[in-house]
């Protein structure tokens, strides 16, 4: 969340909407603390009347992109928490006559490839490193059948930005 905001940060938006996963998962809780710290690290805070939560569909994405640009204070960004929602917040935001990139930036999480490369502008998302995540899953199976001690229950792997054309 962190690294999608603070590149939305980096192109001049201050006022960044949040297309939030049902709030009681991980990744939501995760990514919606990364997008506020960002955002404090400008001097800024998240407003909470832009962060909408939805089901982790494109459908749920659009309904929740309604919501936040049916505002009067609409947001100049949306982060999606993941890429189906970011193709559903694209149906809204045009349904509304505006432009991608043009009047709102839009930035997705996951790099769903059948769908960030495919729509238009290309959707810039943060990837989800599958491999290394895998890897690092099997190593800590390994560890554990093996009776030797894990480094920590959690741990963080880098989610790379791929910079496309929505931002």
């Known amino acids: 969340g ?4 603070e590149r939305l940060l980096r192109a001049g938006h201050r006022r960044i909407g949040v297309i939030n996963l049902d ?14 710290d960002a955002l404090k690290g400008s001097g800024l805070e998240l407003d909470p009347a832009l962060v909408v939560s939805g089901h982790a569909t494109a459908d749920g994405g659009y309904e929740a ?12 960004a949306l982060f999606c928490l993941n ?15 505006l432009t991608i ?4 930036a839009v930035i997705g999480f996951d790099n769903q490839e059948l769908i960030a490369a495919y729509l238009r502008p290309k959707l810039t998302t943060v990837a989800l ?5 895998g890897a690092l899953g ?6 554990l059948t093996a009776g030797q001690p894990i480094p920590a229950d959690q741990q963080l792997v880098d989610c790379p930005l ?6």
């Open 2 to 5: 962190r690294v999608a905001v």
């Open 129 to 133: 490193p599958f491999e290394k995540m």
């Open 65 to 76: 992109a309604c919501r936040i640009l049916d505002q009067p204070n609409k947001p100049t």
């Open 138 to 143: 099997v190593r800590t199976l390994a560890a």
């Open 83 to 97: 890429d189906r929602m970011a193709m559903g917040a694209y149906d809204a935001i045009k349904e509304r006559g």
């Open 101 to 104: 990139p043009g009047d709102i």
């Open 23 to 36: 709030p009681d998962i991980p990744a939501a809780i995760g990514r919606l603390e990364g997008a506020r």
């Open 162 to 167: 791929l910079e496309r054309s929505s931002v």
